[in-house]
């Protein structure tokens, strides 16, 4: 199977779930190509043990970096558990991370339920 090219991203208090979410699929997501905004890809490194390549953590950026790799094709897949109790600083891209899915057609997953979904569809290919 070729590698798909995976964005993980989680708001603070669904760094946890991110956490918990990808030990579960540790072996799947080591087949895969990970990225990740700073915070969120520094804990996947030393709590999960994944290889993720980190981008600027999202209040400086990140969703930009991610968003702008989407839109050259550059992205397969977006696991992104947003807090939707919280307000966040960088709203506008993140909501500019999420246009950029639905324009270019890329599966996003922003809670546990849907990537769970989209990683057991990924695990039987
Ligand atoms: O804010 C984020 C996504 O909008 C996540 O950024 P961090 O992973 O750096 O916390």
């Known amino acids: 199977m070729t ?18 979410l990808a030990s579960e699929f540790a072996a799947l997501l080591r087949e895969h190509t990970l990225m ?8 996947l490194q030393s709590e999960v043990g994944l290889n993720v390549e ?15 790799r989407l839109a050259m094709g ?3 897949c977006v ?5 939707p ?3 966040q600083p960088h709203e506008p891209d993140i909501s ?17 339920a849907t990537a769970r979904f989209l990683l057991d569809d990924l695990a039987r290919r």
């Open 85 to 87: 109790m919280t307000a």
């Open 54 to 68: 980190r981008l600027l953590s999202g209040p400086l950026g990140g969703d930009l970096q991610i968003g702008s």
């Open 79 to 83: 696991i992104f558990l947003r807090d």
């Open 36 to 43: 990740g905004t700073g915070t969120t890809g520094g804990r």
């Open 96 to 112: 500019a991370l999420l246009r950029a899915c639905d324009v270019h057609n890329v599966p996003c997953a922003t809670n546990v």
């Open 3 to 20: 590698p798909m090219r995976i964005a993980l991203i989680a708001h603070d208090k669904k760094k946890d779930a991110i956490v918990a």
């Open 74 to 76: 550059e992205v397969d």
